[in-house]
């Protein structure tokens, strides 16, 4: 939605009196600034955006906080826009630089990469990260308040752009062939309310697939972490080759999917959290052996024990992962076991060098009756509790197991394939 901020010119959004201001509150909590009232010559209500919109950018966008000059939008598109560290990431695909593919080494085959539009462009930052390695850059946002603040700092970032104030289906309509078009669909209705699905986003890209392959040689569409991924690909046919689920720090953030001319039954599926990549290629390759059925589902096993006396290491997957849902594919990479096909809990007796999750020593395993608590938690106060397929809430087990949140300790409660409950008491490794 566009404010009236947006639409004024930046010359009167940033008077010198409030850049000053800006320049010298900008460390200072935003509220208590809010609460001086009027300050003569200062535009107040646009210096606190600016502040607001520094203080997120220091830890979310690192590399523009430190350029003096940037324009920063309200509240709801920095939120809405991409960490710096997710739009390297796309940038490394948009250059074609982490594809171990060698069919698609773009800039070996084509000599360069030449030109990259963004039929989305928001306030802008993918563009900035995605469109570097082009000779020529396309901004297209429908928002001219947008359109202006993106100019502005495009210049301040030294960024060469054309900047496009339209509608991305009526522009795709009109542009030349493209070797890249990246597009960020709004997840929101004209109510302002979340939308999730394909085809309840602006644009709709499903409508607009067949435009798309014809002007460009690859579609990056970004997506929703919350969308489910398998059932994108059916919705967009089979041309999707390459499906990334990125997360940054264990949270997941977004679903990115490479698109390109031609069908294909080779879909290679990545997870990354921070700088950590797993890859999967379901279908031939020579990275899995297993078909798709299999790798998303796997066999249903029960796990031998031993008491607690044998070495026992917990496995929890990271959160692209679990999104993923390639639960399969990583007993056999890693060589280890699911606990049960509900639990997306993995054992070994043996570390893993890059398990792409969390290791625990497991320190006891317990059933919930009371003298098997009593000794699993002896000497434990506080405790740090998940559950994984558990008829229990984590507010609730807690309240039953009287412990405090926190500590070095972790407990968690599953289901194993007999049905029984059991508690993992574990501490983390590494």
């Excluded at 210096?47 to 220091?58: D, H, K, P, S």
């Excluded at 360069?112 to 901004?139: A, E, P, W």
């Excluded at 579609?219 to 999707?240: E, T």
């Excluded at 087990?397 to 993992?424: M, N």
Aim: aromatic letters at 8%; proline letters at 3%.
């Amino acid at each position: 939605m566009e404010t009236r901020l947006l639409i004024r010119t930046f010359a009167t959004m940033m008077n010198d009196l409030t850049w000053q201001f800006f320049e010298q509150h900008r460390n200072e909590d935003v509220h208590r600034l809010a609460l001086r009232g009027k300050v003569e010559g200062v535009d107040m209500p646009m210096a606190l955006q600016q502040i607001a919109g520094w203080q997120t950018a220091r830890k979310k966008l690192p590399s523009w906080a430190a350029v003096d000059g940037i324009i920063y939008p309200p509240h709801l598109n920095m939120e809405q826009c991409s960490s710096e560290q997710t739009a390297r990431y796309k940038a490394q695909l948009a250059a074609f630089r982490d594809n171990d593919i060698t069919l698609y080494r773009h800039n070996e085959i084509n000599g360069g990469n030449q030109s990259f539009v963004d039929l989305t462009g928001g306030f802008g930052v993918d563009f900035s990260f995605m469109s570097c390695s082009f000779m020529k850059r396309i901004y297209v946002e429908r928002n001219s308040g947008l359109c202006e603040m993106a100019r502005h700092n495009f210049q301040v970032l030294g960024l060469e752009a054309e900047v496009v104030n339209g509608e991305a289906e009526e522009y795709l309509k009109k542009m030349d062939h493209a070797d890249v078009v990246f597009l960020d669909p709004a997840r929101r209705d004209e109510h302002g309310c979340r939308t999730y699905d394909i085809k309840d986003c602006t644009p709709n890209v499903i409508e607009l697939m067949p435009l798309l392959l014809e002007k460009a040689d690859t579609i990056l569409l970004k997506l929703s972490p919350m969308l489910d991924w398998q059932k994108a690909v059916r919705d967009l046919g089979n041309h999707v080759h390459e499906v990334h689920i990125v997360s940054v720090d264990n949270e997941c953030k977004e679903l990115v999917l490479v698109i390109r001319k031609g069908s294909t039954e080779q879909i290679s599926l990545t997870c990354v959290n921070n700088d950590q990549k797993f890859r999967v290629v379901p279908w031939g390759g020579t990275k899995c052996s297993m078909g798709w059925n299999e790798m998303f589902h796997g066999v249903e096993q029960s796990v031998p024990w031993g008491g607690t006396k044998e070495k026992v290491l917990l496995f929890e997957p990271n959160a692209s992962i679990m999104k993923a849902g390639c639960f399969a594919q990583v007993e056999e990479r890693f060589g280890v076991r699911q606990l049960s096909m509900n639990s997306h809990l993995f054992i070994s007796d043996h570390e893993v060098r890059d398990f792409p999750g969390r290791q625990f020593r497991v320190e006891a395993v317990t059933s919930m009756n009371k003298q098997g608590l009593k000794t699993a938690l002896q000497g434990i106060e506080r405790a740090n509790i998940a559950i994984r397929n558990f008829p229990m809430s984590v507010e609730a087990l807690r309240k039953k197991l009287k412990l405090k949140d926190g500590g070095d300790v972790y407990i968690f409660a599953t289901t194993l394939p007999d049905d029984s409950h059991k508690l993992f008491v574990c501490r983390k490794i590494g």
